[in-house]
């Protein structure tokens, strides 16, 4: 089984900024990306950025944003913690909402699988 494990919600004053961190653990053998969503209240799931082949040389990671928080927010990660960070800074009460992790992990007994942690909420006032 492979289990994520959020941490680093909390509520900020815009302009300012949170570190999101998530850990899988549990029989990997590969990680092949891992990232973070995100769910504003009456509204949907949506994309915020994820890092490709999770390496502790951020610059051999291939990583994408939203349009959104490009600029702003930065994703890291710790292959051999097999952690992802999300770095948030110049937060906007528009980034006000539930983050989920993400992983696609490749595991022996089933192939390469999404799973996802159980969100961790960000609020930002004005």
């Known amino acids: 089984q492979v289990e994520l494990v959020e941490s680093g919600g909390g509520s900020v004053q815009a302009g300012g900024s949170l570190r999101l961190s998530c850990a899988a653990s549990?029989?990997?053998?590969?990680?092949?990306?891992m990232g973070w969503y995100r769910q504003a209240p009456g509204h949907g799931r949506e994309f915020v950025a994820r890092?490709?082949?999770?390496?502790?040389?951020?610059?051999?990671?291939?990583?994408n944003y939203a349009d959104s928080v490009r600029g702003r927010f930065t994703i890291s990660g710790d292959n051999v913690k097999n952690t992802v960070y999300l770095q948030m800074d110049n937060l906007k009460p528009e980034d006000t909402a539930v983050y989920y992790c993400?992983?696609?992990?490749?595991?022996?007994?089933?192939?390469?699988?999404?799973?996802w942690g159980q969100g961790t909420q960000v609020t930002v006032s004005s």
């Open positions: 890092i490709s082949s999770v390496s502790s040389i951020t610059s051999l990671s291939k990583t």
């Open positions: 549990g029989s990997i053998v590969k990680i092949n990306f």
């Open positions: 993400y992983a696609n992990i490749y595991r022996f007994s089933t192939g390469s699988t999404d799973y």
